[in-house]
């Protein structure tokens, strides 16, 4: 089992900056492939970003492409999303997920543990 507990969202104005925090525990942490999601009411779950896991490999939605950057540190048992330039459209709850191994990496059920998510607003 993998626990993952994530942080850091919150109220922004538009233009502004967050970052992310996903803290994983329980097994080796550099043996997963990490990624983020979020949802919005009243929509499905998206692919917002993937790091592989020795962090050498980025993918990002293209609706986030140039503003957001993912990153991990294997010795903090740790993945981040940095958020720039937020738009109100980037408002979601954001959770991050864990597989041992992906194919595309952007389906939601490629993916084998999730957190709760952390509620991200950017008010306009």
């Known amino acids: 089992q993998v626990q993952l507990v994530e942080s850091g969202g919150g109220l922004v104005q538009a233009g502004g900056s967050l970052r992310l925090s996903c803290a994983a525990s329980?097994?080796?942490?550099?043996?997963?492939?990490m990624g983020w999601f979020r949802q919005a009411p009243g929509k499905e779950r998206e692919f917002v970003a993937i790091?592989?896991?020795?962090?050498?490999?980025?993918l990002y939605a293209d609706s986030v492409k140039g503003r957001f950057s993912i990153s991990r540190d294997n010795a903090k048992n740790t993945v981040y999303l940095q958020m720039n330039s937020l738009k109100p459209e980037d408002t979601a709850a954001y959770y991050c997920?864990?597989?041992?191994?992906?194919?595309?990496?952007?389906?939601?059920?490629?993916?084998?543990?999730w957190g709760q998510g952390t509620q991200v607003t950017v008010s306009s």
């Open positions: 790091i592989g896991k020795s962090g050498s490999f980025t």
């Open positions: 997920a864990a597989a041992p191994s992906i194919v595309t990496g952007r389906r939601p059920h490629e993916y084998n543990y």
């Open positions: 329980g097994r080796t942490f550099s043996n997963y492939v």
